[in-house]
């Protein structure tokens, strides 16, 4: 019965992980896609760097 319940919260933690890292895979481009369009419109507007 441990041991069953042992394998379970693994398999848990494993799981959680997976997702966390797809959700990180995810923001990742969307931060990056954001920072370029918010230095893009300010060179845009005349506030370059």
């Known amino acids: 019965m441990f ?3 042992l394998v379970l919260f693994f398999l ?3 799981f ?3 997702l966390y890292s797809l ?3 995810l923001l990742i ?3 990056f ?3 370029v369009f918010y ?3 300010l060179n845009a507007q ?3 760097f």
Request: neutral net charge; proline residues 4%.
């Open 12 to 14: 848990n933690l494993i």
């Open 33 to 35: 896609f954001c920072l």
């Open 29 to 31: 481009p969307c931060f």
């Open 23 to 25: 959700l990180v895979l």
């Open 3 to 5: 041991v069953n319940v």
């Open 46 to 48: 005349g506030f370059g």
């Open 16 to 18: 959680i992980l997976y």
């Open 39 to 41: 230095f893009g419109v």
